[in-house]
């Protein structure tokens, strides 16, 4: 076991206070940054003359090696070390000898921690980004080859007018593309290299910080050394992107739970992503929606964890900031995995169309496309919703369609209809009818899946 620090300890930590303390079974997942990192960083201690260019050479093929064992799986951690750090500098001390002990020069952990956690997230983040991009093209699909399905939409839960499914489905995207925005600009703050604040102060020895950030293709170098150790804000957005992007995904969830329910029956998802009853034979549960659901109270809990963790915590690294980790890993792995599910059940999910075309013949979803018919010809829109409202009372109560009604009966509502009206009482009018500019006229929801095939195609 070698720890950074010791020398001027009068005795060996406490054998409960090590196993209280040490990090090395979460932070282990950090190794490969910590090793690209202190790649970059021997380079420069060379670069700069504060070490031998033999000894920065040492240590950088040592550091290669130790990467490449780290590949293959074949990097035994020593679950004796304290951290990620310590580890990785006693594995490369024993493969180089005494070179190894220069490469701690000119930094500490507390910016070291920094620099591997900014380029562990910017890396997570641009992969989660990549499997939103898949889901997308998922959605995308399945809203095609159903493009000209009709759906009753809800508001209150209560059944309100009809859309186009690819309408709907176009909504999943544009929200998931606002996840994608965010977590990009989340990226884009993150990538500021922290190395070489040193322990809060920065430091007396000749470095080159910004050869560091090229190195390692940051967009910039942090400017104020004792922000440096102390900024945790990259975490909290980050972790706060994936709860927005969890919200997302237990919305979606909660949709297509609904609309597969016997009562909808809208959908039938896969069997391979529901389970049976252990009692009730006949039952098709959707488990991992609900799960997915589920899982969004830990995304949320994980974000106000380090929230609370950071909470007047004062400036510069305290020891708390080590506990930052296992909710911002945890969060990282649970979207991956919900990402992946969820392009999974898209590219499988079956539509009932026979159900959804009877399920339209209701007329009450067409009671705003009479009322703008009445607009349009020069009644007020508070006469209209009366007209038409005392018009649906009428035929709800006589148990009667609109389309029953005469020509003359209409009249008797409003001088302005004409037998035209009528025309108007079924779905494919409806949308077809609808004018404005992201509304789900089929024309307009044509492009906008032009629109994203070719944004994916690039
Ligand atoms: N394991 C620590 C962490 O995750 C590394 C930094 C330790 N620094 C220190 N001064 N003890 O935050």
């Known amino acids: 076991m070698s720890k950074f620090w010791g020398s001027r300890f009068e005795k060996g930590t406490d054998k409960l206070a090590d196993e209280f303390s040490f990090s090395l079974e979460y932070d282990k997942r950090l190794a490969i940054y910590d090793v690209i990192g202190s790649i970059a960083h021997a380079t420069m201690l060379g670069k700069c003359k504060i070490i031998s ?19 293959k799986g074949a990097f035994k951690f020593d679950m004796q070390e304290e951290d990620i750090h310590s580890n990785i500098q006693s594995a490369l001390k024993k493969m180089i000898g005494p070179a190894a002990d220069k490469l701690h020069t000119a930094r500490s952990r507390n910016d070291l921690i920094v620099l591997d956690m900014k380029l562990y997230c910017m890396d997570e983040l641009t992969t989660i980004i990549d499997l939103i991009s898949k889901l997308q093209k998922s959605i995308l699909s399945f809203a095609e080859k159903n493009k000209d399905v009709i759906i009753p939409a809800y508001t209150h839960l209560q059944a ?15 929200m998931l593309e606002r996840d994608k925005q965010r977590t990009l600009d989340a990226i884009i703050r993150t990538s500021s290299m922290p190395l070489g604040s040193c322990a809060l102060a920065g430091t007396t020895l000749p470095t080159d910080r910004d050869f560091v950030t090229e190195e390692l293709e940051f967009l910039t170098t942090t400017k104020n050394s004792i922000d440096s150790v102390s900024d945790r804000d990259f975490i909290i957005e980050a972790l706060s992107s994936l709860a927005i992007l969890g919200m997302h995904f237990s919305r979606i969830s909660e949709d297509l739970i609904i609309w597969a329910t016997s009562e909808f029956n809208y959908v039938n998802i896969d069997w391979g992503l529901c389970t049976g009853s252990s009692i009730m034979p006949h039952k098709k549960n959707p488990d991992i929606l609900e799960l997915i659901r589920g899982e969004t109270a830990k995304l949320y809990s994980n974000l106000s964890e380090v929230l609370i963790l950071t909470k007047g915590l004062p400036l510069t690294y305290n020891r708390d900031l080590q506990l930052d980790k296992p909710p911002l890993f945890e969060s990282i792995d649970k979207i991956k995995q919900i990402t992946a599910l969820m392009a999974k059940l898209f590219s499988s999910l079956k539509v009932n169309k026979t159900h959804l075309a009877k399920r339209i013949e209701d007329e009450s979803f067409y009671t705003v496309d009479l009322m703008e018919y009445l607009i349009k010809k020069g009644v007020s829109y508070r006469e209209a919703h009366d007209i038409i409202g005392k018009m649906v009372k009428e035929c709800l109560d006589k148990g009667k369609k609109i389309s029953d009604l005469t020509k003359e009966q209409l009249k008797i509502y409003c001088q302005k209809f004409e037998i035209d009206a009528k025309k108007l009482l079924n779905a494919k009018s409806s949308v077809e009818n609808k004018k404005s500019y992201g509304s789900t006229n089929p024309k307009l929801v044509e492009k906008q899946i032009d629109s994203w095939n070719e944004y994916f195609k690039q």
Request: no cysteine; aromatic share 2%; charged share 20%.
């Open 53 to 71: 260019r033999i000894d920065s050479s040492k240590i950088v093929s040592g550091l290669k090696k130790i990467a490449l064992q780290l590949e």
């Open 160 to 174: 309100a007018q009809v859309v186009l499914l690819s309408h709907h489905m176009l909504a999943y995207i544009e």
